[in-house]
């Protein structure tokens, strides 16, 4: 899955696009910070993630758009 986020990821910088990314390697304490950024800056297009950052205590329900 991290190999699909490697390509969405080239695709979003090459389109310019302003992204969030969040795998299994993110530290414990970075995750909320990601979630409460994208909720409050209207400028980044996208929260990229793999399935297994799902696993290790992310939480999708702070999200307004999945």
Same mark, same amino acid.
């Given at each position: 899955?991290?190999? @699909?986020?490697?390509?969405? $990821?080239?695709?979003?910088?090459?389109?310019?696009?302003?992204?969030?990314r969040l795998d %299994?390697?993110?530290?414990?304490?970075?995750?909320?910070?990601? @979630?409460?950024?994208?909720? $409050?800056?209207?400028?980044?297009?996208?929260?990229?993630?793999?399935?297994?950052?799902? %696993?290790?205590?992310?939480?999708?329900?702070?999200?307004?758009?999945?």
């Amino acid at each position: 899955m991290t190999r @699909m986020l490697d390509v969405l $990821e080239a695709f979003l910088n090459y389109h310019g696009h302003i992204y969030l990314r969040l795998d %299994g390697t993110t530290k414990v304490e970075q995750r909320q910070h990601y @979630m409460e950024r994208f909720n $409050e800056d209207k400028r980044i297009f996208v929260f990229i993630l793999s399935t297994r950052s799902g %696993g290790v205590g992310i939480n999708l329900t702070g999200a307004d758009t999945v």
